[in-house]
Nanobody
Framework: QVYLVESGGGLVQAGGSLRLSCAAS????????MGWYRQAPGKQRELVAS???????NYADSVKGRFTISRDNVENTVALQMNSLNVEDTAVYYC?????????????WGQGTQVTVSS
């Protein structure tokens, strides 16, 4: 099994910053893409940012220029630096990894961490 554990969520005022971290552990042979998704109340889960093992990044239009994703391929961690937060960023943020334990790649999810931005 592959386990993802997030940390770093919390309450912040609009305009502030937060940094989310996610650590992958377990019987990992290789991790391809890692990313962050979010789900606000009443809305579908959406991609926030992703990064490949080679460092290629992808961002949702709504966070471009404000959020930065990074990863450590040795430690199997991924981080999301969130700046200039606004109330629309309030959501549960989930870490995601496309990983293999030696067989087919599968998608794994963390338990989620709440980010609340107050006006």
């Amino acid at each position: 099994q592959v386990y993802l554990v997030e940390s770093g969520g919390g309450l912040v005022q609009a305009g502030g910053s937060l940094r989310l971290s996610c650590a992958a552990s377990g019987s990992i042979f290789s991790i391809n893409t890692m990313g962050w998704y979010r789900q606000a109340p009443g809305k579908q889960r959406e991609l926030v940012a992703s990064i490949t093992s080679g460092g290629r990044t992808n961002y949702a239009d709504s966070v471009k220029g404000r959020f930065t994703i990074s990863r450590d391929n040795v430690e199997n961690t991924v981080a999301l630096q969130m700046n200039s937060l606004n109330v629309e960023d309030t959501a549960v943020y989930y870490c995601n990894a496309r990983a293999t334990m030696g067989g087919p790649y599968k998608y794994y999810w963390g338990q989620g961490t709440q980010v609340t931005v107050s006006s």
